[in-house]
């Protein structure tokens, strides 16, 4: 919520546009907030510094308060960064997404077959899930769309810069639930000789005006739990599996086996997401993000943070021979599996 403030007072382009550390009343006139509050926004601020967004330097003669200036953090609060982080803050802080978290402790207490597909955001929605929820609500369907681009920006830069060799000698990719094909623009623009095909709902790839444009870039409306995969060298599944439980998961993987190796392919499976535990994100504050973010997956949508063990398992189960785990950033890695 913090930061969540920080955003929407535009606090970072303030501090940033001055050009040099800002005084705490020049902040408080650049963000027009009356100088009765200038008290309260130095507590904010203060926590900002604890936080890592600022820096607050030693204050002068006749100064209250130090002057304050960004640190590198700072820049995914920016307006002008192309890869900054706003609308995931946001998207993240809405009540769309935070109701469910104070409907947690009732979830635990309801009733409910385990076949049932209840979580706490479906019980704080009416039974909706989440896409029903940005379909009908077209300015938090953008917001959600535009935070998801988001992470996407950011991460499908540093997986082919990390993981180059993992795309050498493609000459064709399907990103399974690529939505408007932030993951593959970038691929296309890094690997030109890879022809990159979205795959998603019909609905999110015929939304013409939100979908990436490139001429290596093709778009495919399907079902990935119904329908033929697209047959390629590489399918690519970005934080998508991580939504859903092993039942459905398994389903999809076998369609993946199956579009592999179709008419003797042999192609292989690309998934970037969490593996809880990896020897790369093991340390205490690595496994607490990853613990958190399986709560998360707990209170939104099916599925979970798997363990290495519980990945390999699925991949057997669906008939592949072999895997490879890349460390990228974020928590998430690159694994590839082999027919």
């Known amino acids: 919520m913090t930061v969540q403030c920080a955003v929407e007072l535009e606090i970072a382009d303030a501090v940033h546009g001055h050009g040099k550390p800002i005084s705490l009343a020049e902040l408080a006139a650049a963000l027009n907030i009356s100088p009765a509050k200038a008290p309260f926004l130095s507590r904010l601020m203060r926590m900002l510094v604890h936080m890592g967004y600022f820096v607050q330097q030693t204050k002068e003669q006749g100064e209250g308060e130090g002057r304050y200036w960004?640190?590198?953090?700072?820049?995914?609060?920016?307006?002008?960064?192309?890869f900054n982080a706003r609308s995931f803050i946001l998207c993240m802080n809405h009540p769309n997404m935070v109701d469910p978290w104070r409907h947690m402790s009732a979830w635990f207490r309801t009733s409910c077959p385990p076949s049932t597909t209840t979580t706490p955001f479906t019980l704080a929605?009416?039974?909706?899930?989440?896409?029903?929820?940005?379909?009908?609500?077209?300015?938090?369907?953008?917001?959600?769309?535009?935070?998801?681009?988001?992470?996407?920006?950011?991460?499908?830069?540093?997986?082919?810069?990390?993981?180059?060799?993992?795309?050498?000698?493609?000459?064709?990719?399907?990103?399974?639930?690529?939505?408007?094909?932030?993951?593959?623009k970038v691929i296309a623009e890094a690997f030109p000789a890879i022809r990159c095909t979205v795959f998603d709902l019909p609905h999110v790839v015929a939304d013409h005006g939100s979908r990436q444009a490139h001429p290596n870039l093709d778009y495919v409306g399907g079902d990935m739990f119904a329908d033929d995969l697209p047959q390629a060298d590489a399918l690519l599944f970005k934080w998508v599996l991580f939504d859903w439980p092993d039942e459905p998961?398994?389903?999809?993987?076998k369609q993946c086996k199956k579009a592999l190796t179709r008419n003797?392919?042999?192609?292989?499976?690309?998934?970037?997401?969490?593996?809880l535990g990896h020897e790369s994100c093991s340390d205490?504050?690595?496994?607490g993000t990853s613990w958190l973010f399986d709560l998360a997956a707990m209170v939104n949508v099916e599925g979970y943070v798997r363990?290495?063990?519980q990945w390999a398992k699925l991949f057997s189960d669906a008939g592949f021979a072999n895997y490879t785990i890349s460390p990228?950033?974020?928590?998430?890695?690159?694994?590839?599996?082999?027919?």
Do not use: W
């Not at 960004?70 to 192309?82: E, I």
């Not at 003797?264 to 593996?275: C, E, T």
């Open 328 to 339: 990228v950033g974020a928590l998430r890695l690159l694994i590839q599996v082999y027919p």
């Open 70 to 82: 960004v640190t590198p953090l700072c820049r995914f609060l920016l307006k002008d960064n192309p």
């Open 125 to 184: 929605h009416g039974g909706k899930k989440i896409y029903q929820v940005c379909s009908s609500d077209p300015t938090f369907g953008q917001m959600f769309a535009e935070a998801m681009g988001a992470d996407s920006r950011v991460f499908s830069r540093a997986l082919v810069a990390r993981c180059k060799e993992a795309f050498e000698g493609l000459s064709s990719l399907v990103d399974v639930g690529g939505s408007t094909g932030t993951t593959a």
């Open 307 to 309: 363990t290495e063990k």
């Open 249 to 253: 998961c398994l389903k999809v993987l």
């Open 284 to 287: 205490e504050s690595s496994m």
């Open 264 to 275: 003797g392919g042999k192609g292989k499976l690309m998934i970037a997401d969490h593996v």
